[in-house]
């Protein structure tokens, strides 16, 4: 087990396998030292783990569960970095997250939601894991899906 995998096991976590392509895409690609992932949804044994707009009020997904969701998005993140390079040991830093937050017209909170997957990428990587971001409110994702993660890691 590598220190990556360990300190994943410390936070009581497992990067899921990488989620199949749901369009003519891969998960992941390299270009020399960066690896880029596609964006990512919050699929937990491939299902959405919610569907719906962000915001507060009935009907709405919870600021803070899509927080939880945007974390489960970065998981998967993680999960088609390993998969292209073969250990998630090999990522030197976390170089940029992009969140989207699909959001009701009155919702104004997306980086406190993609907080859930920054947060998760300090833990799991320390230092490495600080980096630039875009949190984005945009009217609907794939699948209804409330968040949606993209990831930009460098690796050795």
Known sequence: MGAVDARLAELGLTVPDVAAPLASYVPAVRS???VYTSGQLPLVAGSLAATGKV???AGLVDPAEAAGLARTAALNGLAAVRALVGDLDEVVRVVKV???VASDPAFTGQPAVING???LLGAVFGDAGVHARSAVGVAVLPLDSPVEVELVVEVR
Do not use: K, T
Request: no cysteine.
């Open 117 to 119: 997957a920054s947060e």
């Open 55 to 57: 915001g507060v009020g």
């Open 98 to 100: 992009v969140g989207f």
């Open 32 to 34: 020399g030292s960066l």
